[in-house]
C-alpha cells in the first residue's frame, strides 16, 4: 500500500485524441513514465474499459472513470485530462450506447478499498454540474490541482487511512 499522490504531472490539459482507447493510451503512458504504474496498466486499462465501460453522462459535461487491478499500479494517484474535443465512451452499464466525454478521471490505486472509496467520493462530486464546467474552463494545471484537492479533500489522504 503507497501513500496516495496527487501532483501537476498527472494533470493532462486539451488533451487531443481521436478515440477513448488513445486517451487511455496517453494518459496511461503519463502514468508509466512518472513511475506511477507498471507497463503493463496501459493494456490492463483498455481491455477493462472495453469488458466494462465507464462513460458517464452528468448534468452538462460526460466524464469517464477508467480504472484497473491493483496488481498493475506502483504509486496511488488519480490522472485527470480534459479533451480538447469530447471523445465518445460507452457508458457504464451499457453495451454500445456512447456519450461525448470531456474530462477523463483515471484511477490507479494499489488496493480495492481505495478505489472505491475513491470511485464513491468521484460520484458524489459528478452530481454538482458546476464543478466540471469550471474545471473545463480552467486554464491551469496548479488551479485544476486545487480544485479537485479541495473537492475531494486529498490533502487529507495518507496513505490508506481515507482512501
Known sequence: MSEFRF???VILMNLEAADYTEVLQQM???LVKHHYVKDSFIPAIIEREQEFATGLPTAGVSVAIPHTDAVHVNQKTISIAT???PVD???MGEESETTPV???FMLAMDEPHSQLKLLQDLMKIFQEGTFLDQLLQ???VLEMKKQVTEKLNLSDFKGGEKL
Open 7 to 9: 501532483n501537476e504531472e
Open 28 to 30: 496511461g503512458e503519463n
Open 83 to 85: 479533451l480538447k474535443n
Open 89 to 91: 465512451f460507452v457508458i
Open 102 to 104: 470531456q474530462i477523463v
Open 138 to 140: 480552467t486554464d491551469s
